[in-house]
Each structure stands twice: as structure tokens, then as C-alpha cells.
């Protein structure tokens, strides 16, 4: 595989403009074969350098697929472990993505993966490394890091059935004056929820998120983004709901006015998340997480009890960037 080259900068057009170019390809293909479309466009703009690579350039070859024994079809030659292997080339991307996903179902050495639950892709991740698939002993995190800083989960949980198209936070390049998506506006939220364009994000560093103006879902529970300084009681009266409930909600005490940007849940948030689980990020809290993934804080605690690593939430504590949190009791994800 080709794997040496790390991309340059995150957030850059060329990576925006290939997951807006293939994400449709991807998810097509995890309905197909099974495999998850935000591990596939993660691998596909890591393996390709977002498209730009010379092996993608004069083949079409965005998995840096090579030719084995078995292959018949055409191939170009090009530097990577050795001087000038031989790589698949393909006529149309189409053909790559496809022959990607035939590649890992049809090979007993990536049996395994297909085994993990198509929502946990750091155990995809992780799969891939073990299985041999690369030879950059850093491929997992590469890929993990790639899928939270362009939110390509949404991808994943879009083909799934568990997201809405609509609900879609469209990419647009950094600088370009262009919104993400109709009707939304960045805001700064350490709350690890819809990654878009801005500052890099991932588990070192709080994300710049995306969310719509106006009333929206998360985890099918309606929901709005409010900015800091904003009247608790004039968006009660606006959504037509007592100020208790709105407070009772969104786990807040007695408040006039709200003192950080933030989420707010318009009905009761659900006892289970939208996934398995949640990647934290440095410096999230546990309310933090309750609300960028519309889940109920008691639950949270009742579905971690007994600590992450280092943090104990059934007392109080938090949990540290990088770390696991449940969204579904253990068992029932397997």
C-alpha cells in the first residue's frame, strides 16, 4: 500500500473537495459490501493524498492497491516499498473504490473485520493494522484522526439508515466565505459533535462544529444551538415550553441567561446514544458529551459505571481526551 505519504494540512480544499467528490461512492459501497463508507473515505484520502497523488493521477488508484499474482487487468508502475511495483490501474474511480471493497471482502485475511460492528471504526481501524493491511505502524490513528476531524462518521451512520441525508453537514473549503450547509454557522463547541471546517480538531484539541440555525435533531431529539448571553426564558416562550422544562432538559440550574455557547435539547434527551460510543475530546466534559450526542447524563454514568481508564464518571470524575466513552451498554454493541 501506499501509506508513506502523511497529508500536509488538515482542514485544506483538497480534502474537503475529495470527501465531498466520493462520500456518495463510499456509502454505496458500505451498503454493498459492508464495509464502512467513513473508513473507506478515510483510507481513500489518506492512501491517495486527497486525490493529488501521482498512483491516483495516472491509474485512478485511490486504495494504492497492488497487483498480485491474481490480477489481470491493467497496471502502471510507480516507487513505493521497492523501485517500480506494480499497482491496479482503473479506468474510472469507480472501478477503484469497487475493486477496494471486493479486495477486503473477498480475502480470509480481512475476514475479521467484518465482524467489528460497521459503526466502530476504531476497531475497523485498529483491524486494518493488525490484519496487514498497511505497513505504517501509525495507519490507525491516521484513519481515526481523519474520520473525527471531517466528521466522516455522518457518512457511516447516513447508509446505515440511522441518519437523515438532510441532516448532513456539508463540507466547505476553509476561506471560501460559503456557510457548511444551508442555514448553518460555525460555532466553537468542545463537544466533539458535527467536525466541520475551521481549527484542527480531533482528540488533542477542541472541534469548531457546524450546527443549522434554528430547530434541528440530534439522536431524533429536537434541539437548537444558542449563543452565550441569550435569554433562557425568551426561548422557552419561543418553542412554546415552561422555562422548568427547558432548565430540566438540558441538566441546567436556575439561569437567566446562558453563560457559554451550547446546545439546547427541546425535549427530553434518549437513554441510548446514536452509536456505541464516544471519542473524548481534550478538554470535554461528561455534560459536554450528553448533550453533543442528545443522551441523558444519568444514563451516561449508568452505561460507564465502574470508570474509562483513568476517569471514574459514577463519581464525579472525567474522563481524558482519546478515552471511550458508552453511548449503549457493552453488551448489547458486540
Known amino acids: 500500500m501506499v501509506v508513506g505519504q502523511r497529508l500536509q494540512a488538515q482542514y485544506s480544499n483538497d480534502v474537503i ?24 473515505l478515510a483510507q481513500g484520502i489518506h492512501e491517495s493524498q486527497a486525490g493529488t497523488s501521482e498512483l491516483v493521477l495516472s491509474s485512478n488508484n485511490h486504495f494504492g492497491i497492488k497487483c498480485k499474482d491474481d490480477w489481470k487487468g491493467p497496471a502502471v508502475y510507480h516507487d513505493d516499498d521497492s523501485r517500480q511495483e506494480c499497482f491496479r490501474s482503473y479506468s474510472r474511480p469507480e472501478d477503484s473504490y469497487r475493486d477496494h471493497s471486493d479486495f477486503l471482502r473477498g480475502s480470509s485475511r480481512y475476514a475479521d473485520l467484518f465482524k467489528y ?11 486494518l493494522k493488525k ?73 488533542d484539541s477542541p472541534a469548531l462544529v457546524q450546527y443549522p440555525e434554528g430547530e434541528f435533531t440530534i439522536n431524533n431529539t429536537r434541539v437548537i444551538f444558542a449563543k452565550a448571553g441569550v ?35 427541546l425535549q427530553r434527551k434518549r437513554r441510548t446514544g446514536a452509536t456505541s460510543f464516544h471519542i473524548v475530546r481534550q478538554g470535554e466534559t461528561l455534560y459536554d458529551i450528553c448533550q453533543s450526542e442528545g443522551l441523558r447524563y444519568e444514563d451516561l454514568i449508568r452505561m460507564n459505571q465502574g470508570g474509562m481508564n483513568g476517569g471514574q464518571p459514577a463519581n464525579g470524575g472525567q474522563p481524558a481526551a482519546g478515552e471511550k466513552v458508552w453511548l449503549k451498554l457493552k453488551e448489547t454493541t458486540k
Request: aromatic share 8%; glycine share 10%.
Open 17 to 40: 473537495n475529495y470527501v465531498n467528490t466520493y462520500k456518495a461512492l463510499a456509502m454505496t459501497e458500505m451498503q454493498r459490501s459492508g464495509i464502512p463508507a467513513a473508513i473507506i
Open 117 to 127: 460492528s460497521p459503526d466502530d471504526y476504531e476497531d475497523w481501524a485498529y483491524g
Open 231 to 265: 435569554s433562557l426564558l425568551s426561548i422557552a416562550n419561543q418553542y412554546e415550553l415552561p422555562l422548568g422544562r427547558l432548565l430540566e432538559f438540558n441538566d441546567l440550574k436556575e439561569e437567566d441567561v446562558l453563560v457559554k455557547d451550547q446546545l439546547l435539547f
Open 131 to 203: 490484519a496487514g493491511y498497511a505497513t505504517n505502524i501509525h495507519y490507525p490513528q491516521i484513519l481515526i484522526k481523519l474520520i473525527h476531524d471531517y466528521n466522516l462518521q455522518q457518512y457511516t451512520l447516513i447508509a446505515m439508515g440511522r441518519m437523515r441525508p438532510e441532516e448532513e453537514i456539508v463540507l466547505r473549503a476553509p476561506g471560501s466565505g460559503s456557510p457548511v450547509a444551508s442555514g448553518v454557522v460555525p460555532a466553537t463547541n468542545p463537544g466533539g459533535g458535527i467536525v466541520g471546517n475551521g481549527t484542527p480538531g480531533g482528540a
